[in-house]
């Protein structure tokens, strides 16, 4: 056992011979994480989501789990048995094994959840190669325009409602495809602290520029960002929760991974190039501007 | 990576290759686990104990860790610092490393370890053997006199209020002997969810009785007892939160073991053997009375 890394990761790892063991911990806290519309079945799927999310973004398997769970003493038995269902049922969707795991008595609900697996090879936030595509798994804002709708009342139409709402709710971390094409990324990172931050990882971590020349969104989250006057910028880059991967892909793998997307019914996005240099810039037209590594705060009740 | 096993241990555990990878979560929830008396640096401290104690009992050195910690967002930077500097301090006295974690914010302080390790052989708390005896690595009692202090204002001399304190807010693990003795054990657990249940564990699992001759405690426990009208076979058997470890060993690596305990200064117990049957009984001159499986609860504030 080893470990010779000081940089910043999706998850931490160990080498045993030639087997990185990976692991990920993730920690929901209820009055920080849990919206009071979401359901602790939700909720505790969410929980294991966050850490499926980033062993997606590194092409590894989640093999084993260990959950933690604090809870109130006066909880109900029917909400302890909805937090139980949620997370055994994520563990079959996602196909891992909780091994145990201990509970223990609190003023709200913590769910801390651990995954691990094992891979030869893991994919750095580090290693982007000048002239590689910058690629998302899916669209962003539909998180963000989703909490805006729950906790500041905005305007949608039921449709779009729906569709945020879930993207809150159940966000869809890209497991299989992160397993299957991982070997084709050159660098790549989960994107749930938003995409701005996520670029800025990156970057900064591969000593280079990207160039993002198309935002990864879809029509009805701008026609929201119309209605209530949001930038569509803002809502995309500076959201948070998008439970995708951001990779950096050399141009000559890029159909190989496009198609691989295509037969999983995945909209992958292809959002713009790297270069030698450093910072993330939106180019729109002639127009360049720099995109600010600024963050996004917890969801506070 | 496989996992065939589904009784309980005290530690987590999955075979790749000849490997036994080891796994332990401990959460400490400031409402249910921290007496208002303690500081945050021991409290941290104990929560790496509680991982540590569970290893000792397996033989298995812990060689890496992750934390988690939840706090509450008006707290300290000085407490947030005595969090850290406990957590930090742990890692040294224990020898291993954190990897890394997280934090969250949350309505009180909880601090989630997880402490990681390898080994080719595990101790499991099935195993003993009709004519092993029974051993302890420390004597029993201190923690819960030291609780009754604490909390219900006890009576007791200078002298032992300050070791029975100490046993509750600095517990000494004996990882080191876990280690080195552990080839020695038929079976083994970690004591710390009181004596008389770690005792009924190992019995169910290894499906034989144990017949207890002799108290693990010493003098002034027993004296605090009288004094303060407690049964000291009540303080000893169902007090808990004793980190010691309880194991059983073949007559003829004995003498080994003991004298391996003297060279760390470690009191070691041998207070009974093991026979064919079931149940935990207590031997005392002509009578013999059952050993009931009464556990302990947690402190509450």
Request: net charge positive; proline share 3%; aromatic share 8%.
């Given at each position: 056992m080893g470990n010779k890394r000081f940089v910043s990761e999706d998850v931490e790892f160990f080498k045993v011979g030639k087997t990185n063991f990976v692991l990920k911990v993730d920690t929901l806290v209820q009055?920080?994480?849990?919206?009071?519309?979401?359901s602790l079945q939700d909720a505790a799927r969410k929980s294991v989501v966050a850490c499926v999310s980033d062993f997606a973004s590194k092409g590894v398997k989640p093999e084993f789990g260990l959950v933690s769970i604090t809870i109130p003493k006066k909880l109900s038995d029917k909400k302890i048995k909805d937090i139980a269902s949620g997370l055994g049922k994520a563990s079959k969707e996602f196909g891992f094994k909780f091994l145990g795991g201990d509970t223990n008595e609190g003023k709200e609900i913590v769910i801390h959840v651990l995954l691990f697996g094992s891979t030869k090879k893991i994919i750095l936030r580090k290693g982007a190669k000048t002239n590689d595509k910058i690629i998302t798994t899916g669209p962003f804002g539909y998180s963000s325009a989703g909490l805006k709708i729950l906790l500041e009342k905005k305007k949608a139409s039921g449709k779009f409602s729906k569709k945020a709402k879930k993207s809150v709710f159940r966000p869809n971390p890209k497991l299989k495809f992160g397993v299957e094409n991982?070997?084709?990324?050159?660098s790549s990172m989960d994107s749930s602290d938003g995409l701005a931050t996520t670029l800025h990882e990156m970057v900064k971590q591969s000593k280079r520029q990207f160039t993002i020349?198309?935002?990864?969104?879809n029509r009805d989250v701008l026609d929201f960002a119309k209605t209530n006057k949001i930038k569509p910028f803002d809502l995309v880059f500076?959201?948070?929760?998008?439970y995708e991967i951001v990779a950096t892909i050399s141009p000559k793998n890029l159909s190989k991974v496009k198609s691989n997307a295509k037969r999983q019914k995945i909209s992958l996005f292809e959002i713009g190039k790297v270069s030698a240099g450093a910072g993330v810039v939106y180019k729109t037209g002639s127009k360049t501007i720099k995109i600010k590594n600024k963050g996004w705060l917890h969801f506070r009740s």
């Amino acid at each position: 056992m080893g470990n010779k890394r000081f940089v910043s990761e999706d998850v931490e790892f160990f080498k045993v011979g030639k087997t990185n063991f990976v692991l990920k911990v993730d920690t929901l806290v209820q009055s920080t994480d849990i919206p009071n519309q979401m359901s602790l079945q939700d909720a505790a799927r969410k929980s294991v989501v966050a850490c499926v999310s980033d062993f997606a973004s590194k092409g590894v398997k989640p093999e084993f789990g260990l959950v933690s769970i604090t809870i109130p003493k006066k909880l109900s038995d029917k909400k302890i048995k909805d937090i139980a269902s949620g997370l055994g049922k994520a563990s079959k969707e996602f196909g891992f094994k909780f091994l145990g795991g201990d509970t223990n008595e609190g003023k709200e609900i913590v769910i801390h959840v651990l995954l691990f697996g094992s891979t030869k090879k893991i994919i750095l936030r580090k290693g982007a190669k000048t002239n590689d595509k910058i690629i998302t798994t899916g669209p962003f804002g539909y998180s963000s325009a989703g909490l805006k709708i729950l906790l500041e009342k905005k305007k949608a139409s039921g449709k779009f409602s729906k569709k945020a709402k879930k993207s809150v709710f159940r966000p869809n971390p890209k497991l299989k495809f992160g397993v299957e094409n991982a070997k084709f990324f050159s660098s790549s990172m989960d994107s749930s602290d938003g995409l701005a931050t996520t670029l800025h990882e990156m970057v900064k971590q591969s000593k280079r520029q990207f160039t993002i020349s198309k935002l990864p969104t879809n029509r009805d989250v701008l026609d929201f960002a119309k209605t209530n006057k949001i930038k569509p910028f803002d809502l995309v880059f500076h959201g948070g929760e998008e439970y995708e991967i951001v990779a950096t892909i050399s141009p000559k793998n890029l159909s190989k991974v496009k198609s691989n997307a295509k037969r999983q019914k995945i909209s992958l996005f292809e959002i713009g190039k790297v270069s030698a240099g450093a910072g993330v810039v939106y180019k729109t037209g002639s127009k360049t501007i720099k995109i600010k590594n600024k963050g996004w705060l917890h969801f506070r009740s």
